[in-house]
């Protein structure tokens, strides 16, 4: 956990109250940000541009964007897009709120345990071993896109043989 190096060593519950408190102060500082710059737009020639458009969607983004921003704290790289964008559209505050606890709740459970531990024993290794390091970075990559081809082809395999088990119809004269 290189950028938490302060909380090496430190029971569970302090790692994971930090990092909760970490996310609920980021998530909503990026949201307000990006309030900020929507609100520039919304006024601007784009904002008289969509009109309604922009309307219907910031009622979309409203009312059911709260199980996306959620979501977001189980990707890589996407957290800091979705609450930008809710911020952007004016999601409402107190369910952007709701739905960043719930996610925060989650990301500092995993970055605490799972993700901190493979990070740490990965950095570890590094500074034994870089050839082996990389190594198994490698192999998890070979691995991960071996699943995601095996994955494609029997779905296609399960299409053909759907399509194939379907008997066709035949149009009576």
Do not use: H
């Amino acid at each position: 956990m290189p950028q938490f190096a302060f909380l090496e060593g430190q029971p569970f519950w302090v790692i994971y109250c930090t990092l909760l408190v970490v996310i609920l102060l980021r998530a909503p500082a990026t949201y307000w940000i990006g309030r900020g710059l929507g609100a520039g737009v919304t006024r601007g020639r784009m904002g008289e541009r969509l009109g309604p458009k922009l309307d219907a969607a910031k009622r979309r983004i409203d009312r059911y964007g709260a199980p996306v921003v959620t979501l977001s704290f189980f990707t890589v790289g996407m957290q800091t897009a979705i609450n930008f964008s809710a911020g952007a559209v004016k999601m409402r505050f107190p369910r952007y709120f709701a739905a960043v606890f719930v996610g925060g709740l989650a990301w500092a459970g995993l970055w605490g345990t799972v993700i901190a531990g493979l990070v740490g024993t990965w950095l570890e290794l590094f500074l034994k071993s870089p050839w082996t390091a990389v190594g198994v970075i490698v192999i998890a990559v070979a691995a991960v896109t071996a699943l995601v081809v095996v994955s494609r082809l029997a779905g296609r395999f399960r299409k053909a043989g759907e399509a194939a088990a379907e008997p066709e119809t035949a149009s009576a004269p």
